[in-house]
């Protein structure tokens, strides 16, 4: 969460405005938790339907290009090593939020296109949805 607002302002121009938004809803391709075209993960998909639990950071930036989607989870991966040296990032926050996500039964996930923005999506099954109750 802290990592995807602090990319939302390092790797955006100053002023590119920041939506977050908080919710409870259910997998579906306009929520969140399941495949689609235009959206990137490292995880596979929750069922649809599953009760799920959403934090969502959405910019206003320039986006990325879907080969850098496609990427962005990766380990050490930066979509623009120049620009980022600067803030010192090392390439990791995503890769390791996307990484806790699955260990807790759910995924981060990427919606983007290039002058669409990028929304980073934080999916959780919903604390009562069933067998992942302890
Ligand atoms: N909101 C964003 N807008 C555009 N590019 C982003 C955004 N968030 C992340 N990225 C790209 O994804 C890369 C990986 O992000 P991250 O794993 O947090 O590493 P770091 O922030 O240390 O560079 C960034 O270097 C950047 O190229
Ligand atoms: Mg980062």
Request: net charge negative; aromatic share 2%; hydrophobic share 30%.
């Amino acid at each position: 969460m802290e990592n995807l607002l602090s990319n939302a302002r390092t790797h955006t121009p100053p002023g590119t405005r920041v939506h977050v938004r908080v919710g409870m809803t259910e997998a579906g391709r306009g929520t969140g938790g399941t495949d689609r075209p235009g959206r990137t993960t490292a995880s596979p998909p929750l069922p649809e339907g599953l009760p799920i639990s959403v934090v969502e950071v959405a910019d206003e930036g320039p986006g990325l290009e879907p080969v850098d989607a496609e990427l962005v989870f990766e380990r050490f991966y930066r979509a623009d090593p120049a620009r980022s040296r600067s803030h010192g990032g090392s390439g990791l926050g995503l890769a390791i939020a996307a990484t806790i996500a699955e260990g807790h039964g759910g995924r981060l996930e990427l919606d983007t296109a290039p002058g669409r923005g990028c929304t980073f999506r934080l999916v959780l099954p919903a604390a009562d949805s069933g067998p992942e109750r302890r």
